[in-house]
T-cell receptor, first 115, second 113 residues
């Protein structure tokens, strides 16, 4: 079974530029998550989708971050404009369903450096 | 005060030793408790999860939850160099709106051959 795919793996941009990350979840997984993991910290949930609807985006900085999952499969996360403090690993995860007992499977992440 | 506190380490132990990793938490609504292992440049992978209080064993790994003390532990017996990774505790509630995972900062563990 293929895992969660993410691209690109690494990205370096200057502040005020925009950037987009892509995630392809495990086939059949209805729930998709985007996490931000700053160096030395645990992952923090940014947004959670159930199919193509948003379940929780309470911790998403909506003035600069946006995410979509138009067809209920792939998802993109965009930052515009980027700030220095956005330097982090952006992890995508997926699970069969929304209930907490459904295991979340994580992708390898996209490491973003903002200069 | 953070909802979940975890000693970041780093922790280095010789091969074969018993490792104890711990987290404390403040949110009494947490009911699901998980341990993830994260290798360098990889995403976290679920090791074990426990619902409510008690112990759970899986091979060399034992997870303990003490809800009265708001304290969870992961024990690794007969530690191996392949156990070298960052270990993250995570927890969540079960009621609607309380289901997102809250992670600790992670403990970096090195097993010395």
């Amino acid at each position: 079974e293929a895992g969660v795919a993410q691209s690109p793996r690494y990205k370096i941009i200057e502040k005020r530029q925009s950037v987009a990350f892509w995630c392809n979840p495990i086939s059949g997984h209805a729930t998709l998550y985007w996490y931000q993991q700053i160096l030395g910290q645990g992952p923090k949930l940014l947004i959670q989708f159930q199919n193509n609807g948003v379940v929780d985006d309470s911790q998403l900085p909506k003035d600069r971050f946006s995410a979509e999952r138009l067809k209920g499969v792939d998802s993109t996360l965009k930052i515009q404009p980027a700030k220095l403090e956005d330097s982090a690993v952006y992890l995508c995860a997926s699970s069969l369903g929304i209930a907490v007992y459904n295991e979340q499977f994580f992708g390898p992440g996209t490491r973003l450096t903002v200069l | 005060q953070k909802e979940v506190e975890q000693d970041p380490g780093p922790l280095s132990v010789p091969e074969g030793a018993i490792v104890s990793l711990n987290c404390t938490y403040s949110n009494s609504a947490f009911q699901y408790f998980m341990w993830y292992r994260q290798y360098s440049r990889k995403g976290p992978e679920l090791l074990m999860y426990t619902y409510s209080s008690g112990n759970k064993e899986d091979g060399r790994f034992t997870a303990q939850v003490d809800k009265s003390s708001k304290y969870i532990s992961l024990f690794i017996r007969d530690s191996q160099p392949s156990d070298s990774a960052t270990y993250l505790c995570a927890m969540s509630g079960i009621s609607f709106g309380n289901e997102k995972l809250t992670f600790g900062t992670g403990t970096r563990l090195t097993i010395i051959p």
